[in-house]
């Protein structure tokens, strides 16, 4: 297995350019989340889904946009990419509520400049 | 709203001495919480979880975590650190209804030799 698969693992773009960030999970997961990482601030909540076809916003949703066509992934975009969106994009899912903990990606490092 | 507190930001340790991470949260009831370990450049491995029972979970690399819920504490433990232990640890909540974990903003431990 491979779990929870990010695609690309960096990228550089340009204010204003538009990119999407591919997450995958062969884990038959149903929940699955966008998180970014910055210094001093932990993980914080993008956008997250609880099915295919759903989605829903976290805690710092503005700018970017997901879709989850497919069980399997869960796409990231920036529509106008800025530079206070340079951050390190994790991915993450889960296999449902209850007792069960998250499986991580190994994360997309995006510069914006 | 859930919070996590990791309320050290950077600790530093000789090789060998013991290790004590300190993790409080803030929700009315009892959460699923969760401690994981992140290495530069890498993404997030779980150490340990406590879903319920036993306050006292065992993880990981001799990880231990005790829940102590007067204290709505879930501090990380390790007898003995190895060098190999340097990298940044987060510890998370996600209440039993559930469909996100929030992160603290993470303690990056030092091991001097």
């Known amino acids: 297995n491979a779990g929870v698969t990010q695609t690309p693992k960096f990228r550089v773009l340009k204010t204003g350019q538009s990119m999407t960030l591919l997450c995958a999970q062969d884990?038959?997961?149903?929940?699955m989340y966008w998180y970014r990482q910055d210094p001093g601030m932990g993980l914080r909540l993008i956008h997250y889904?609880?099915?295919?076809?759903?989605?829903a916003k976290g805690e710092v949703p503005d700018g970017y946009n997901v879709s989850r066509l497919k069980k399997q992934n869960f796409l990231l975009g920036l529509e106008s990419a800025a530079p206070s969106q340079t951050s390190v994009y994790f991915c993450?899912?889960?296999?449902?509520?209850?007792?069960?903990?998250?499986?991580f990606g190994q994360g997309t490092r995006l510069t914006v400049v | 709203a859930q919070s996590v507190t990791q309320p050290d930001i950077h600790i530093t340790v000789s090789e060998g001495a013991s290790l004590e991470l300190r993790c409080n949260y803030s929700?009315?009831?009892?959460?699923?919480l969760f401690w994981y370990v992140q290495s530069p450049g890498q993404g997030l491995q779980l150490l340990l979880k406590?879903?319920?029972?036993?306050?006292l979970v065992q993880g990981i690399k001799g990880f231990e975590a005790e829940f102590k819920r007067s204290q709505s504490s879930f501090n990380l433990r390790k007898p003995s650190v190895h060098w190999s232990d340097a990298a940044e640890y987060f510890c998370?909540?996600?209440?039993?209804?559930?469909?996100?974990?929030?992160f603290g903003a993470g303690t990056r431990l030092f091991v001097k030799a």
């Open positions: 993450a899912s889960i296999l449902k509520g209850g007792p069960t903990e998250a499986f």
């Open positions: 884990m038959n997961h149903e929940y």
């Open positions: 889904s609880v099915g295919e076809g759903t989605t």
């Open positions: 929700y009315g009831a009892t959460p699923y």
């Open positions: 406590y879903f319920s029972g036993d306050t």
């Open positions: 998370a909540v996600r209440h039993t209804g559930g469909f996100k974990t929030i």
